[in-house]
């Protein structure tokens, strides 16, 4: 499709939301044709990809403005052609998310490219979360160990150092506290989690799972089925992110602990 002023002019390149335009329309149709071609209905598609079936249809109907942000985009495409037997990361590479290049040619007899699969991911959280209750624990000995040491210098010494200590830790109470968020999912929905500006999860989390996340300076929670994700914060009361169906992105700061 090429864009024109007028005769002798150069063409008008098309802005990156309309190349996005065109190739999900063009990716969506082969991902409905493969479906078929499978004998495979939506529903079906949804107990597989544990993606909304909302979604599913606006991939094949290359329907821009019914799903989230053109990086989500890219992801609920390589789960798509996955469950459809297709190498996900390559199909899905031809969706263009921003500044990338576009264009890129298709290589389907390339060398295949090794993809984690769920129990690998499940078991890198489980290593992560029994490092960090290792490091806090390692932290929290040390610490008591420190002040054991304290209380055994001479009183005076120890007086003194005793109200530096406390003075510095009140301080350092004052200019830093973590922040804590938990889900729990009513239905299943795709979820991503963002701590200190690094990525800590995305992807889909099935119904009925709790996860919990930190972070010392700033957390951010998105969703495209806020009324079916209750989310709590500090050990709060949990409650809904918003309507059901519909995407809603919360950011959570850190706040000093006066």
């Not at 329309?25 to 409905?32: D, R």
């Not at 949804?46 to 109907?61: K, N």
């Not at 290049?101 to 489980?126: D, F, M, N, T």
Request: hydrophobic share 35%; net charge positive.
């Amino acid at each position: 499709m090429k864009w024109f002023r007028k005769k002798d002019e150069q063409p008008i390149k098309p802005s990156i939301k309309e190349h996005q335009a065109e190739k999900l329309g063009q990716l969506g149709s082969q991902l409905a044709s493969l479906r078929q071609e499978k004998g495979l209905n939506l529903d079906e598609l949804v107990g597989l990809t544990r993606i909304p079936r909302r979604l599913l249809q606006a991939i094949e109907e290359g329907n821009l403005n019914d799903l989230p942000e053109p990086i989500y985009i890219q992801g609920l495409i390589r789960q798509f052609a996955e469950a459809l037997g297709v190498r996900g990361a390559e199909f899905a590479s031809h969706f263009p998310i921003g500044s990338q290049s576009v264009g890129v040619k298709s290589h389907w007899k390339a060398q295949a490219v090794p993809q984690l699969r769920p129990i690998h991911l499940y078991l890198l959280y489980i290593g992560l979360i029994f490092c960090s209750v290792n490091g806090l624990s390692q932290l929290l000995n040390n610490a008591t160990l420190q002040a054991n040491n304290r209380q055994i210098q001479p009183n005076t010494a120890a007086q003194s150092k005793g109200q530096e200590t406390a003075s510095n830790t009140l301080l350092s109470k004052k200019e830093h506290q973590s922040v804590q968020i938990g889900v729990t999912l009513k239905t299943s929905s795709w979820i991503s989690v963002v701590t200190d500006g690094k990525t800590a999860f995305e992807g889909v989390l099935p119904q009925g799972s709790s996860r919990t996340w930190n972070a010392t300076d700033q957390l951010t929670v998105k969703t495209d089925n806020a009324g079916g994700v209750l989310m709590s914060v500090n050990q709060q009361e949990a409650k809904e992110m918003g309507e059901l169906g519909k995407t809603q992105e919360i950011k959570i700061a850190a706040k000093p602990n006066l």
